[in-house]
């Protein structure tokens, strides 16, 4: 009898610490991880968390704080789940105002009320023309063959100034740091040429005519011996008055590649908007006149043309994870205040994601956010309060409609993390959120891919080498826990 309850309590010491063993070897590579020579002088968070408990099965720094990068966004993403549903649609309305007389001429204006849609023109949406192509068809059902008057743009919607105050002056002017505008257009970017002149120096000039933006270009090819200065441009973007300045030097290149072209943001995306619509009028035969003529009209007759939608909100959140849009996210946050009654600005987009997650039970002081996107520098998170997000938002996935899992690129195969894991075990078998900038290597999301079990955050900030050997860490990390 005796030997009997010996026994039983040996089977049950051992079912005790079965759990405890099973997860010793992820907690192995975490302490490997933080050991490795690459990451000596960088400050590092791990959490791996079960998702069916919310337990931390391993992990490192789970409860300090990091710069996040771009993996900010699965905050932001998720918290737009949350409360705008996969279904949300932005809104661009189109008004025809004043007199259509009966040859179809109308003598008033065309009215543009924008909702804050980021995919309007946008080329990473298969019918990008769809807008004002749209348009131009709701005229001719109209009957209107002819304008004279005004096209205006009604951009109230989004009061806030396009770039929130956090970010720094270096990234506004370029493709990733463009702002956010209630009428948002082909992305709010200009493709900017580059051509070389005899004498070394480079005229500069965008591809498609941008109304509202100017080019001051001081740029030159190096000079022969030069080990002084090297190649690089800086360039500063000001709203006010639309001018792009972009200066520096380019490496000397052979011959025949002397050109080049690069992306910059673009100021004023309704006047290109504007000026496209005036475009389709003269192709689609519609005759237009800038004119004050009857704008001042005593009966004023208005007639919805078109009320435009965009894609739905899951579609633009999948765009946003896999590309790393950051004009998407801000426009997502800006969102958020939308059925609220106060103003679409960041710092209300930012109050109400705090609310959201503190009424989820998370401690929100493991988390301040400053944007949508995580350009900016002072924006940080805890490696466990983004595992407890990822948790909260794949329980949710019945109540939301969506398993916000699948809207994560898969490493190795897709988006911003197509490289990572390319040549291992692990190659689209783990979808994640990347975040990059000076100093900082983040990533977040879901192991495996499809119906999941972990979380996992790795975060490493403040490292001094090389990037690719932090990647590579970062890699080796994820081997070790999931990959054997």
Not at 2 to 12: C, E, H, R
Not at 179 to 197: C, E, M, W
Not at 359 to 366: A, E, R, Y
Not at 380 to 387: D, E, I, R, S
């Amino acid at each position: 009898m005796f030997q009997k309850l010996i026994l039983a309590i040996i089977s049950i010491l051992a079912a005790a610490a079965q759990p405890a063993m099973a997860t010793m070897p992820k907690q192995d590579a975490v302490n490997r991880f933080t050991a490795s020579k690459a990451l000596a002088h960088a400050t590092t968070g791990v959490c791996v968390m079960d998702l069916a408990t919310g337990k931390v099965v391993a992990g490192c720094n789970v409860d300090k704080g990091f710069v996040t990068a771009s993996t900010m966004k699965v905050v932001t993403g998720a918290s737009a789940l949350e409360l705008l549903g996969k279904d949300f649609l932005y809104h661009t309305r189109v008004y025809a105002i004043g007199d259509i007389d009966s040859d179809g001429r109308l003598t008033g204006k065309i009215e543009i009320v924008g909702g804050g849609d980021p995919t309007l023109g946008s080329r990473h949406f298969k019918d990008c023309t769809a807008f004002v192509d749209t348009l131009m068809q709701c005229l001719q059902d109209a009957g209107i063959t002819a304008i004279c008057g005004s096209i205006e743009l009604d951009r109230s919607a989004i009061p806030d100034q396009p770039v929130p105050g956090y970010w720094m002056v270096e990234d506004i002017p370029e493709s990733y740091g463009t702002g956010y505008h209630a009428i948002n257009f082909a992305d709010n970017q200009a493709l900017v040429k580059f051509t070389r002149q005899w004498d070394g120096t480079y005229r500069a000039a965008t591809a498609h005519k941008i109304p509202g933006l100017r080019l001051n270009c001081h740029v030159r090819e190096q000079f022969k011996g030069d080990t002084i200065n090297r190649p690089g441009l800086t360039s500063r973007l000001y709203y006010n008055g639309g001018m792009l300045q972009i200066d520096g030097i380019v490496a000397r290149r052979r011959r025949g590649r002397e050109n080049f072209a690069s992306w910059y943001a673009n100021p004023a995306p309704h006047r290109l908007l504007a000026d496209s619509i005036e475009s389709a009028f003269h192709t689609n035969g519609i005759t237009y006149k800038s004119s004050t003529e009857g704008l001042a009209y005593h009966t004023c007759d208005t007639l919805l043309l078109l009320d435009y939608t965009s894609p739905a909100l899951a579609e633009i959140l999948e765009s946003m994870l896999f590309r790393s849009d950051n004009m998407f996210a801000e426009a997502v946050l800006r969102t958020l205040p939308v059925d609220s009654g106060i103003p679409s600005t960041t710092g209300n987009g930012v109050r109400i994601v705090n609310k959201l997650w503190k009424s989820h039970g998370l401690d929100t002081d493991q988390f301040s956010m400053k944007d949508g996107s995580g350009l900016a520098r002072n924006g940080w998170a805890t490696p466990q309060f983004l595992c407890d997000v990822l948790r909260l938002a794949y329980a949710d996935r019945d109540r939301l409609g969506i398993d916000y899992s699948q809207l994560l690129p898969r490493a190795g195969r897709e988006g911003s993390v197509k490289r990572l894991m390319l040549r291992t075990p692990l190659r689209g078998k783990i979808s994640l959120k990347s975040g990059s900038m000076g100093g900082v290597q983040c990533y977040a999301g879901y192991y495996p891919a499809s119906q999941p079990r972990y979380a996992v955050a790795v975060m490493v900030n403040n490292f001094p080498g090389k990037r690719s050997k932090v990647v590579s860490q970062i890699q080796t990390l994820l081997l070790d826990l999931f990959g054997k």
